[in-house]
């Protein structure tokens, strides 16, 4: 058999059970390390991919991973920087903002997701981006409790005094903690049982309900999820920019997220921080080049990035860690036990073409 | 007279090379077989000649090589596919499947008279002809393919499991119009067929492949002999 | 009572700009099995070009022709060069595609002709047309009454011709229709030049009353989109018809509904669909996909 | 920021700020450039940097500190996203001197706390948020061009003074913008028991069409339309929609979309009875076509702002103004520093920018006003416009 | 353990396709059951109807007793029913091991946020899970395959990996669409073997549609006949295959002269 086993340094090197655990330890010591070495402007940048790496993880669960293509992903980061940035101001305390900001996200989530759910296809895209779309006018008519067009301001991320950190360390680090665990949790929620439950609910409906997976549950639960992670980058979106206001959700920003998420690896984890770097840093990127043809700078790159990568950027992980699969198969057994007939027969009468011109005519 | 050429054929799927070796040839007007187990490279070779997997060697058609063509450039030199699995346009009426089989023709009655007569060899379809081919049963879309393929008017017909999912009297009655199109039309056919007493009705002679090569060539009446073939793919 | 009718034709006349762009959604939907976000940024495009031209004083309907053949030309090279990458691939990439070309054709259209307001003439007058106590411009007819045409011809490609036919096939499943012959390829690329030609039309209609700029389409695009899925993806009648009943439901909640008002009438559509495709999901005029198992 | 607990020891040291040297000074702006603010947006960099282009090749700006500087302009894209916003002003913020010109509400907002405890100016933005007044809770703030509350007010006096009945009509954009105006005019008109206003309606930002709007306004039958609106397509169509209606009230447009060839030519303004708009600089088109000060601004603006067109919007020329003051502030600044020009550029009085109109002036000494706070109605007289101190 | 399963009456329409008209009959617990007839006749939709991806126009379906018809699919799998599709339906992306491992969702314990936190509980359950699966695979000779994504194997072998992947449901009732279609002949025997193990070792009842007749007499106790959605005939393979007009509407005259 001409299977090809892939035997290249990059598999075995991560078939190493030492390097194995060696290397989230390194992440964790790097992660640890960063943030007191490195500027404040960058910081900043990286607290905010933080926020926006979270709010597309949230979009990955329900739309890369379960397939309902949602358009109002931002409006659950806005919602929980709304929900946030009001208990701030009314002064309680912050686990009480934040637990907040989860709880009303991923109850609006469920609420929205248990009609939406019942939909498929564009139906749903249509029916989420509604959200931002009808999210803004809302946000402004409940001006009480969100400040209206002139949006909310909250500061209470400094750092506290025993930590004799500065702020942006402080924010960062708070993002790292929260956003690591994030990202710890739902790469585990998408390996095993429910990851399995999405990929076909996703894959196909009729065959996820004849395996006891009902679709509708699971497109709720992915939904609800979804938003409450997205209720959790609006805390951090309130944490890091300290300001929301009706712009925040607007649905341009749905698309962008969107195209983040393809851009970074759609159902990919990994490829949910590259698209939020992603979503960080090329405005950044296009800014600096020139700031009068951001658009023109951003539409580029997004094209340019998709066509070497059409999988997003996670692909290119994935493509240099190729065939780590195959070698696991054990080598030599990834082969179909075929009919024995070669051995019996092959030779007597094989390549002799002129037999069959015998036939009727 | 050949009129298709395979020798040495190659292909793989990425970096997977599939067919390592096959070569067989289908003379005008010839009707041949491929038997091999699930996985010998049967489907492969089809899309290979079909031009829908990159392949390796040679395939001459008419005297022209044809290796590197797109499908639609193979389909229009009058070779038509009936792929494996679900062969339809599934949001298309089954009528509407039934005309973009006949794309490439520009006779506007012998197009109509070939709807009729798929719909007589297919009675299943007639009753369905405004549904949408996905609502079809699993053999009824099957029976839809080979209809397409026939609207074509091909000069040789590929088919890859073309009695899959049909009851046996449908499928005996399809290979028997397909017999008879041979004799009428002139169509070469190459066969791939689980059912091997079904398709020894149909071809002349047959090859039979394991992993990715030709290991054995003959006609029917040889293959049918051999202890080997009889276990493996006839019973009895 | 008048205040009633007028805010009903009020009503058609701006979802006949929602129809214009929508029609042009269905037409690449039909032909390609994709959503183009670009549309309305390809639209703008062409409108442009029109612009540009009449301001170098050649004539509105020659500017428009010209930035037509245009459009049909840049409508097949963006599907050849750019599109013929994503179409086997996944969905989803295909669509973000379209929004990456949106963005750049909108800064594209901001870098040549910046971000200001232009103005572009109208191929009707802005006199009105008085009937039953109610004013419309005939600029307002002249635009239904090209998109009613448009609509009936695209109806007409889709169901009569061999064209619309294969254009469908290939749609549907480029792989299996290439099996019988037909030139994948070139037909998706009649199905975008088509669509761009379509929406240089609908620019051009919608671009005297919305004032021309690159984002000229964004907020319409939506409501076009809202249109096309509750018309049904695949139903020229049906998405004009959608995008009336869209135009004219938004203003009557606005007056009449009192907590929807002005501020929340975007909403309207969204129920609309919401209501409307739980019961039919293919859509008011969609055909309807079956999915067996 | 890291800078934030030690700034007041630095107060009186004289040490340099960021972005400031002996021969050059740098300003941060961030501003829509891309998107559906970026019309007015690109004006306010093309303004401010046709300004300065323009004193940078006569040599510079002289500073209070003896010292000459150039000034460049550094402007980032912020699309009108508050996030956007903020990144770029914690790009920015280490590099220049003080931060200027910027336009939008939120986007300014969602940065001023972090000015604040940065001590980075956010000085002569355009926004008429009265938040950036209020010199105590904005110590690093200060707007530049009037709150809304005061355009409307201006109308309102006018329209209130006139002697005659009126029926007023109501069209307001539904945030802060529109609500502003709005307010302003309802405090001008308050017991005035010549005017009743008879219908108030609002309509998106995001809005295609106000038809609907249009149809229930005319409806009303008012004889004057309070039209709050800052975008000029709607504007426009508002115009042709009341025409075609037969509904030819006295109109009153905003400052930011009364452009004469932007929205009156277009939405065929000659038709009404009268249009009047509020302003305190002047319009390049029309009677004020042949001043020096316009001649000198739009040349400047062609050759240093690279800026072609004529410009629709105003702000290329309050940016110009911005430029101006900032001169005016740089040139009492007796030390390179933040706090110092904060200072600087708080005791300005009656100056009497380029471009501006008579009866208007610069005063940033007033608390709860931005630097300019004076307005003139004017009346629209079928090219350009006309200062009008009655209504009629 | 086995299940028994009846049908009463059974009616169903699709706009006005009559697709089943009183299908009545009965399994009984542990029975190898066929179910043949031509092309469109509707024995897919029969196995909609029982597995509740459709609902039944009229009659009654009742496994165990209890009426099912209207139930959903999902409700019905985790009790015990199990089917495979005509045209398998795999996850092409995903590994054969993760595909079948999909049949064992409803009998992995745990919320979602236990798996989120990768409780010791759901290690354990997904690990032993995981050893069955692959036994699963060995047993039916696919375990070289285990770790391969499905779309790399060849058409004919996705049957056997949905069989593989509703055996780890470990149902009751088995209902079984083509399970020979593109086998060669000698794997239909292997199938053949495979299915009375089934019944004798797992005590499964067992519903097949097949069109191969030799399968079907091989392996059935009983066979419902079924012909433009009615019951035909009712009897063992053997008395099907020699009724006349079972042989006139679906075996056809000359095959049932060659089988002879
Ligand atoms: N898309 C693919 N990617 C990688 N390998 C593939 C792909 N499709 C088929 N193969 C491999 O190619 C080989 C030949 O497959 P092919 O489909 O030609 O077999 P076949 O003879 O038609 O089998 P069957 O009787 O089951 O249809 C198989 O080993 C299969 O695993
Ligand atoms: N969802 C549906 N919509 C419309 N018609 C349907 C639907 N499902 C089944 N049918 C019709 O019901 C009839 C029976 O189909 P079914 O798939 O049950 O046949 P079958 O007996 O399984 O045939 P085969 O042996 O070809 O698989 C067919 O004519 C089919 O077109
Ligand atoms: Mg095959
Ligand atoms: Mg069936």
């Known amino acids: ?361 | ?236 | 009572m008048g205040t009633f009718v007028q805010l009903v034709v009020d009503g058609l006349s701006t979802g006949s700009v929602y129809a214009a762009i929508a029609l042009a959604i269905v037409l690449v939907h039909q032909a390609t099995g994709l959503i183009n976000f670009a549309q309305g940024g390809m639209a703008v495009l062409a409108v442009y070009i029109a612009w540009w031209l009449t301001t170098k004083d050649v004539p509105l309907i020659l500017a428009i022709l010209v930035s037509i053949a245009f459009s049909i030309a840049f409508g097949a090279v963006v599907e050849r060069f750019l599109m013929r990458r994503f179409e086997r691939g996944d969905p989803d990439t295909a669509v973000v595609v379209t929004i990456g070309l949106l963005t750049l054709i909108t800064g594209v259209a901001g870098w040549l002709w910046t971000y200001n307001n232009q103005q572009f003439p109208s191929l009707f007058s802005l006199d009105t047309v008085n009937f039953l106590g109610v004013s419309v411009s005939q600029r307002s007819l002249g635009t239904t009454a090209v998109i009613i045409v448009v609509m009936v011809l695209l109806q007409a490609l889709f169901v009569g011709t061999k064209l619309g036919l294969a254009l469908r096939a290939v749609a549907n499943n480029p792989e299996s229709a290439a099996f019988s012959g037909l030139p994948v390829g070139r037909l998706l690329m009649v199905g975008w030049g088509l669509a761009a030609a379509l929406g240089a039309v609908a620019g051009a209609l919608v671009a005297p009353q919305l004032t021309l700029t690159p984002g000229m389409l964004d907020n319409a695009l939506v409501y076009a989109l809202a249109a096309v899925i509750l018309g049904g993806l695949t139903s020229p009648v049906g998405v004009v018809v959608a995008a009336w009943l869209i135009g004219v439901l938004e203003n009557l909640a606005a007056v009449y509904v009192s907590f929807i008002g002005y501020d929340l009438k975007v909403a309207v559509p969204f129920i609309l669909i919401f209501v409307v495709l739980i019961v039919r999901p293919q859509g008011l005029f969609g055909r309807k996909t079956v999915v067996r198992v | ?392 | ?260």
């Open chain 5, 1 to 260: 353990m086995a299940a028994e399963l009846v049908l009463q009456d059974v009616d169903l329409q699709f706009g006005g396709i009559k697709v089943l008209q009183e299908v009545s009959f009965t399994v009984e617990p542990g029975q190898i059951f066929g179910l043949v007839g031509p092309n469109g006749a509707g024995k897919t939709s029969l196995f909609n109807c029982i597995s509740g991806h459709y609902t039944p126009t009229a009659g009654a379906v009742r496994i165990d007793g209890t009426e099912v018809q209207g139930a959903r699919p999902a409700t019905l799998a985790r009790h015990g029913l199990a089917r495979t599709f005509q045209h398998p339906a795999l996850q092409l992306h995903e590994t054969v091991l993760e595909n079948v491992l999909l049949g064992g969702h409803s009998r992995l314990p745990g919320s979602p946020l236990a798996w989120a936190v990768r409780t010791p509980g759901t290690r354990r359950a997904e690990k032993d899970l995981r050893a069955e699966a692959l036994d699963l695979l060995e047993r039916n000779g696919l375990a070289w395959a285990a770790h391969l994504p499905a779309d790399e194997l060849s058409h004919g072998l996705h049957k056997g990996v949905e069989l593989c992947r509703a055996l780890l449901m470990k149902p009751r009732l088995l209902l079984l669409d083509e399970p020979a279609a593109g086998l060669p002949h000698a794997e239909v025997e292997q199938l053949i073997a495979t299915v009375r193990r089934l019944r004798s070792e797992d005590d499964i009842t067992v519903v097949i549609v097949e069109h191969h007749m030799g399968l079907i007499a091989a392996l059935t106790d009983r066979v419902v006949v079924l012909d433009h959605g009615r019951k035909l005939m009712e009897g063992t393979a053997a008395e099907a295959q020699s009724d006349p007009r079972v042989i006139e509407a679906y075996i056809g005259k000359d095959a049932a002269d060659d089988a002879a």
């Open chain 4, 1 to 392: 920021g890291r800078e934030g607990g030690d700034g007041g020891d630095r107060g009186s040291g004289g040490e340099a700020s960021p972005g400031i040297t002996d021969d050059s000074v740098t300003l941060g702006i961030s501003t829509p450039l891309s998107g559906a603010t970026a019309g007015p947006g690109t004006c306010t960099v093309a303004g401010i940097t046709a300004y300065f282009g323009m004193k940078n090749a006569e040599g510079g700006v002289e500073f209070g500190d003896g010292k000459t500087r150039t000034v460049e302009i550094e402007a980032l894209d912020d699309t009108y996203d508050p996030q956007q916003a903020k990144a770029n002003y914690d790009q920015l913020k280490d590099d220049v001197f003080a931060m200027t010109a910027g336009l939008g509400t939120p986007t300014n907002r969602a940065w001023r706390d972090a000015a604040i405890a940065d001590e980075v100016p956010q000085a002569l933005i355009m926004t008429g948020d009265p938040l950036f007044s209020d010199p105590e809770e904005s110590p690093w703030q200060l707007g530049f061009v009037p709150i809304y509350q005061n355009e409307g007010e201006a109308f309102g006096e006018l329209l209130a003074s006139s002697g005659q009945q009126h029926r007023v009509a109501i069209l307001s954009q539904n945030d802060d913008y529109g609500e502003g105006y709005v307010e302003g005019f309802k405090s001008a008109v308050e017991g005035a028991d010549n005017i009743e206003i008879v219908e108030e309606l609002t309509y998106e930002a995001t809005d295609t069409s106000v038809d609907a709007q249009m149809t229930e306004l005319a409806a009303s039958d008012a004889d004057v339309m309070f039209n709050a609106m800052s975008l000029v397509p709607l504007a426009v169509s508002a115009l042709q929609k009341a025409q075609q209606l037969n509904w030819t009230p006295s109109w009153f447009l905003p400052s930011n979309t009364s452009s004469p060839g932007g929205v009156l030519t277009p939405g065929g303004a000659t038709a009404f009875p009268g249009v009047y708009s509020v302003a305190f600089s002047k319009a390049p088109a029309g009677p004020a076509a042949g001043d020096p000060d316009v001649v000198e601004y739009l040349a400047a603006l062609k050759q240093y702002g690279d800026y072609q067109d004529p410009p629709a919007f105003p702000h290329c020329q309050w940016s110009w103004m911005v430029g101006a003051t900032l001169e005016q502030a740089f040139g009492e600044m007796t030390e390179p520093t933040r706090e110092n020009f904060m200072e600087a550029l708080r005791g300005i009085s009656g100056f009497e920018a380029p471009l501006m109109l008579p009866d208007t002036s610069v005063d940033t000494t007033e608390a709860g006003q931005p630097a300019v706070s004076t307005v003139v109605v004017q009346k629209y007289n079928g090219k350009g416009y006309d200062t009008v101190t009655t209504f009629e």
């Open chain 1, 1 to 361: 058999m001409a299977r090809a086993v892939d035997t290249s340094p990059s598999s075995s090197l991560r078939q190493n059970p030492w390097l194995r655990r060696a290397v989230p330890l390194l992440v964790v010591v790097v992660l640890a390390v960063l943030p007191l070495v490195l500027t404040e402007n960058t910081n900043d940048t990286l607290a905010r991919i933080g926020v926006f790496a979270v709010a597309v993880l949230g979009l990955n669960v329900v739309m890369g991973y379960t397939g309902q293509v949602s358009l109002g992903q931002i409006f659950f980061v806005g919602l929980g920087a709304y929900v946030t940035g009001y208990g701030v101001q009314q002064g309680w305390n912050v686990v009480l903002a934040f637990l907040a900001a989860c709880l009303a996200a991923a109850v609006a989530g469920l609420v929205v997701a248990l009609a939406a759910a019942r939909l498929g296809g564009l139906a749903i895209a249509m029916v989420t981006i509604a959200l931002p779309i009808v999210g803004v006018p809302l946000a402004k008519r409940l001006s009480d409790v969100t400040g209206g067009s002139q949006g909310l301001s909250a500061r209470f991320a400094e750092a506290p005094e025993a930590t004799g950190l500065y702020d942006d360390q402080w924010v960062l680090y708070v993002v790292l903690v929260i956003g690591g665990a994030v990202f710890l949790l739902t790469r585990a929620l998408v390996r095993g049982k429910y990851g399995r439950a999405f990929a076909i609910v996703k894959g196909n409906e009729a065959v996820a309900s004849s395996m006891g997976i009902s679709p509708y549950r699971y497109k709720v639960l992915a939904f609800t999820i979804a938003s409450l992670i997205g209720g959790i980058s609006g805390f951090l979106y309130m944490f890091v920019i300290q300001y929301t206001s009706p712009e925040t959700m607007s649905f341009g920003h749905s698309i962008e997220l969107l195209a983040a998420m393809v851009i970074g690896g759609a159902g990919s984890i990994i490829g949910s921080l590259l698209g939020g770097a992603y979503y960080v840093l090329v405005p950044e990127l296009t800014n600096q080049v020139d700031s009068s043809l951001t658009a023109l700078l951003q539409g580029v790159i997004l094209l340019a990035v998709l066509f070497v990568l059409p999988g997003g950027l996670a692909s290119l992980l994935r493509r240099l860690t190729r065939g780590r699969r195959r070698s696991g198969a054990g080598s030599g057994a990834a082969a179909p036990p075929t009919t024995p007939l070669s051995t019996a027969v092959s030779g007597t009468s094989a390549e002799e073409p002129g037999k069959e011109r015998q036939g009727h005519a």
């Open chain 2, 1 to 236: 007279m050949t009129l298709l050429e395979l020798e040495d054929v190659t292909a793989s799927y990425g970096p997977v090379q599939v067919l390592e070796g096959v070569s067989l040839s289908v003379p005008e007007n010839g009707a041949v077989g491929i038997l091999g187990a699930n996985g010998a490279g049967k489907t492969t070779t089809l899309r290979a000649i079909s031009g829908t997997v990159r392949a390796g060697g040679r395939i001459v058609f008419d005297g022209k090589d044809i290796r590197g063509l797109r499908p639609d450039q193979v389909a229009a030199l009058g070779i038509a596919h009936v792929p494996e699995g679900r062969g339809t346009l599934g949001d298309l009426s089954v009528r509407d499947n039934l005309r973009v089989g006949a794309y490439l023709r520009k006779d506007r009655k012998g197009v109509a008279e070939d709807i009729d007569f798929c719909l007589d060899l297919f009675p299943n379809l007639a009753e369905r002809i405004t549904s949408n081919a996905s609502a079809l049963s699993g053999g009824e879309q099957q029976m839809l393919a080979v209809g397409r393929a026939i609207m074509s008017k091909p000069r040789l017909l590929l088919l890859d499991e073309a009695s899959l999912g049909l009851a046996p009297s449908t499928a005996k009655n399809v290979y028997d119009a397909i017999r008879k199109l041979r004799l009428t039309s002139g169509i070469a056919m190459l066969v791939v067929e689980q059912n091997a007493n079904l398709a020894f009705t149909l071809v002349d002679s047959a090859t039979v492949l394991e992993t990715g090569r030709s290991v054995l060539t003959g006609t029917s009446a040889e293959l049918k002999g051999m202890d080997e073939i009889r276990r493996a793919y006839l019973g009895g």
